[in-house]
């Protein structure tokens, strides 16, 4: 079903972040890097490059597909880290001896400033959380990993569980709403662009314009 089709879940971030932004990459087909973007990218092909390891009893396997093709989320995605403790009261592990817990961590390149994690991050680790959780069968935790202050930070996931998921929810609600009907979401005015790598294609500061289909329409109306 069209208003029902999968999502990506690092497009997730990318709405939650800035709607416009995301309506100018997924239905505009528009991209553009910046160093910020460069840098993040650097930090991931680093994460990635180690592959699966084992170090300390603990397993870690990266860039790790996940999903969750329930119908009240449909998500796909890749998953930097998932980390696998021996735990008595975790989930078996195919392939694998014993019992695990599970924890993900999202490597990002700079720390927010007086906060542990910004939502859109946080909803876009809850998203991979909600794929772990369906493939095993568990509740599995996260952390994210800032780049910049070389810091580990362990995130609430579980404990802030109906929140998060109200979130997500809502913004799976309205991606598909926009991309079913092939419509850019309008720019936010209160939105922080100085780091933004789609800056020079969106403008921010050029005056909003009346849109052609609302041009066409009021001529039909006036006759004009």
Known sequence: M?????????????????PHRWGL????NMWSENAYVTKANILHSKVHEHGSRTKNQVLRLTDVPVFNDSEEYN???????????RDED????????GN??????????TAPANIDCREEDLIQIFAQKICVD?????KSEAAVYYGNTRKRIDLCVNKDYKRLDSILRETLGKMRYYSSRNEI?????KQRCNGCSMRDVCIPKLPKTESIVNRIRNTNITGE
């Open 2 to 18: 069209l208003d029902n089709f999968q999502i990506n879940i690092r497009r997730i971030q990318h709405f939650l972040y800035c």
């Open 25 to 28: 990459m997924e239905i505009g």
């Open 75 to 85: 998500l796909y995605g890749v998953a930097d880290t998932l980390e696998l403790y």
């Open 90 to 97: 975790g989930v078996k592990i195919n392939g694998r001896e």
């Open 100 to 109: 695990y817990r599970l924890v993900l961590v999202e490597y990002k390149p």
């Open 134 to 138: 369906y493939i095993f069968n568990c």
């Open 185 to 189: 979401p309008e720019k936010n005015p």
